[in-house]
Nanobody, 115 residues
Framework: QLQLVESGGGLVQPGGSLRLSCAAS????????LAWHRQAPGKQRELVAA???????NYAESVKGRFTISRDNAKNTMYLQMNSLKPEDTAVYYC?????????WGQGTQVTVSS
């Protein structure tokens, strides 16, 4: 059973930056898709960014140009660099890895953007 642990969340002012990390308990090389999702209070969980094993990336329109997803296979870790943060980015952020029918989620990390 793969375990994912997110870190890096916190309180930041509008316009600030945070980098989220997601450390896996095993190799992430075999997973087709690594992704970050988020869920704001009262809203459905949504995809923020995804990166495939081939290196293709995909971003939600709301974060394009501000967020960057990356992976370090040697460290079994994925990242989400978040710049120019806005109050509407406030949510619990979850990392997810998938291959075929298998999907694993992290426990989530809170990001709050407020002055």
């Amino acid at each position: 059973q793969l375990q994912l642990v997110e870190s890096g969340g916190g309180l930041v002012q509008p316009g600030g930056s945070l980098r989220l990390s997601c450390a896996a308990s095993g190799s992430i090389l075999r997973f087709n898709v690594l992704a970050w999702h988020r869920q704001a209070p009262g809203k459905q969980r949504e995809l923020v960014a995804a990166i495939t094993s081939g290196g293709s990336v995909n971003y939600a329109e709301s974060v394009k140009g501000r967020f960057t997803i990356s992976r370090d296979n040697a460290k079994n870790t994925m990242y989400l660099q978040m710049n120019s943060l806005k109050p509407e980015d406030t949510a619990v952020y979850y990392c997810k890895v998938s291959i075929g029918l298998y999907t694993y989620w992290g426990q989530g990390t809170q990001v709050t953007v407020s002055s």
